[in-house]
């Protein structure tokens, strides 16, 4: 199985700040002759399912706010929030899909400092 | 609109067996993967189990030979047949579509206790 390890595991930034995530997947998940990266970013407050934010490690989603973008490839990734909101107090995944098991990072909390 | 709505939860023995559904809106569930994700409570996220366009079905090792995914297409519907339950499959279970989750489910809650 593909293991994605997030860091950190929490981190505070002030409102306005940059916040960065990393993802690193124990092999790589670049399909190679499609030149895409299986990689996916979520992001889930309290009491809500998951909602998708990134995927092809890069690729936003419709309606996902600008100041989320995804970065990386092959083992090693990142969601940069450039300006933090209030509204994105979260937890935030990572899920490799290129390879079954799916399987997500342990997610890193994100607070306003 | 896009919608998923998750079904059938609720609080089950050890050994036990549940039936869960996810009934499909907006899009036709066999014209894409269709998994079953789950929550324990205050952990994350772990993958269950994906049914592909073909039929053909993966589980996580945690659950195979125990949980099965299935659908009826002329319902539009997913299910997760769970059987032999154990403590440690209290979660919430959301159905989510396609390899990178683009649709959630609120979610569905099972807890398996004595």
């Known amino acids: 199985d593909i293991v994605m390890t997030q860091s950190p595991d929490s981190l505070a930034v002030s409102l306005g700040e940059r916040a960065t995530i990393n993802c690193k997947s124990s092999?790589?998940?670049?399909?190679?002759?499609?030149?895409?990266?299986?990689l996916a970013w979520y992001q889930q407050k309290p009491g809500q399912p998951p909602k998708l934010l990134i995927y092809?490690?890069?690729t936003r989603e419709s309606g996902v706010p600008d100041r989320f973008s995804g970065s990386g490839s092959g083992t090693d990734f990142t969601l940069t929030i450039s300006s933090l909101q209030a509204e994105d107090v979260a937890v935030y995944y990572c899920?490799?899909?290129?390879?079954?098991?799916?399987?997500f990072g342990q997610g890193t909390k994100v607070e306003i400092k | 609109e896009v919608q998923l709505v998750e079904s059938g939860g609720g609080l089950i023995q050890p050994g036990g067996s549940l039936r869960l559904s996810c009934a499909a809106s907006g899009f036709t569930v066999s014209s894409t993967y269709m998994n079953w994700v789950r929550q324990a409570p205050g952990k994350g996220l772990e993958w269950v189990s994906v049914?592909?366009?073909?039929?053909?079905?993966y589980y996580a090792a945690s659950v195979k030979g125990r949980f099965t995914i299935s659908r009826d297409n002329s319902r539009n519907t997913l299910y997760l047949q769970m059987n032999n339950l154990r403590a440690e499959d209290t979660a919430v279970y959301y159905c989510?579509?396609?390899?990178?989750?683009?649709?959630w489910g609120q979610g569905t809650t099972v807890t398996v206790s004595s």
């Open positions: 092999q790589s998940v670049l399909y190679s002759s499609k030149n895409r990266d299986y």
């Open positions: 049914i592909y366009t073909g039929g053909g079905t």
């Open positions: 899920q490799q899909y290129d390879t079954t098991p799916w399987t």
């Open positions: 092809w490690a890069s």
């Open positions: 989510a579509r396609n390899s990178m989750m683009d649709v």
